[in-house]
C-alpha cells in the first residue's frame, strides 16, 4: 500500500482524484492540502466522498508531503513549479496534473501561459505522461506531467494515422468541445448557469495554449516522419458539467488502409480505449466517470478526408484518471486499479 499526497486538493481535479483513490485497492490517501481551506474536512467540501475520505486539509507542507511515496499536483499553472524542485531533491515522485512540465520549450511554455517558468531545468526531466505512447518511460520517472484535456484527445484520436504516414501532417483540424468543469472549479460570470445553459459556443479560436502542446505531441508520435504536424485548434464550450467531444479531420495521402482495423490493432491491447465498432459513434454520456476514451474512425462517401471522433471525460482519462494510471504504471500496479468501472449516466 503506498502514501499519496495531493497538492491543491479543493478543484475538480483535486476532487476527482480523491474520489478515486477512496477505492484504490493499493494506494491510500495520506495527505491533502490546500491554503485556503486548511483545517476543512474533505467530506464536508465535497459531500459526495462522506464515509470514503476523512481527511482534512492542511497548508502545504513539504516535511509532510515527503512523507508519501508519490505526489500529486492539483494546482493552478505555475504552482508546481514552486514546489516541485525541493520535493524531487528530497527523493519524492511527482505527477503534476497542470501544464507546468507538459512543453519542452520553456520560451514557448512563458509566450502562452504568460509567466516566467520557475524551474526550467525540470523539463527535459519531466516525461510526458500519455500512457499509450511512453508507457515505458513512465515506468521509471520520478516526474510525470500529466496531458491536458484536450490534447489527450486530440493526440489519441490522430495517433495511428500519423504513426503510419497516412495523412497530410499539415492540414490536421480538430474541432472540439468540452464540459464546464474544464474551466477549473472559480466563479467566473461567463461559467453561471444562466450564461451556458441552452447555448453552445467556440472560444480561443485564434489560438489556444493547449495547441503548443498538442503539436509537440503530434511531432513526437510522428518521429521524424514527413513535415512536422501542424493543426488548427478550435475548441468550444459545451454546457453540460464534464466530458469532451472532439471531431477530428484529415487529408489521406493513401486509400489503400482499412482504417477500422488500423485503429483495432493499435488499441487491440490497451485497456482505455475503446475502437467502437464500424457504423457506432461515441457520446460524452458514456464516457461520464471513467478513464475510458472511445473512438471511431469513418471515411464519409470515401473520398480523401478521414474524420475521427473522440469522446472522453475531462476529468478522468483528460486529467486525474490518467493521472493515476500512471501512477499505476510507475508502481507495478495492475494498470487498471482504481479505475475500472463503468460510466454513471
Known sequence: MIRVGIVGG???????????????????????????????????????????????????????????????FATPHGVAQSMVPELLKGGARVIDLSA???????????????QPHQAPDLVEQAVYGLPEVNREKIRDAQLVACPGCYPTSVQLGFLPLLEHNLVDPTR??????????????????????????????AYGVKGHRHLPEIEQG??????????????????HLLPIGRGIHSTLYATLLRDDVDLQKLYEDRYRDEPFVDV???GALPETRSVRGTNLCRIAVVRPQNRDTVVVLVAEDNLTKGAS?????????????AETAGLDIPAFL
Open 276 to 278: 467502437l465498432p464500424a
Open 172 to 201: 490536421l483540424i480538430a474541432n472540439s468541445a468540452s464540459g464546464v468543469s474544464g474551466a477549473g472549479r472559480q466563479a467566473k460570470v461567463d461559467m453561471l448557469f444562466a450564461e451556458i445553459t441552452d447555448s453552445f459556443k
Open 10 to 72: 479543493t478543484g475538480y481535479t483535486g476532487a476527482e482524484l480523491l474520489r478515486l483513490l477512496a477505492r484504490h485497492p493499493d494506494a491510500r490517501v495520506q495527505v491533502i492540502t490546500s491554503r485556503g481551506e486548511d483545517g476543512k474536512k474533505a467530506g464536508d467540501l465535497f459531500p459526495n466522498l462522506r464515509g470514503y475520505c476523512d481527511l482534512s486539509f492542511t497548508a502545504p507542507d513539504p516535511a509532510q508531503l515527503l512523507e508519501c511515496d508519490v505526489i500529486f
Open 321 to 333: 484518471g490518467q493521472a493515476i494510471q500512471c501512477m499505476n504504471i510507475m508502481f507495478g500496479f
Open 100 to 114: 507546468d512540465f507538459r512543453i519542452r520549450d520553456t520560451a514557448l511554455w512563458e509566450k502562452w501561459y504568460n
Open 218 to 235: 503530434l511531432r513526437d508520435i510522428q518521429q521524424g516522419r514527413g513535415e512536422p504536424a501542424r493543426l488548427t485548434f478550435v475548441p
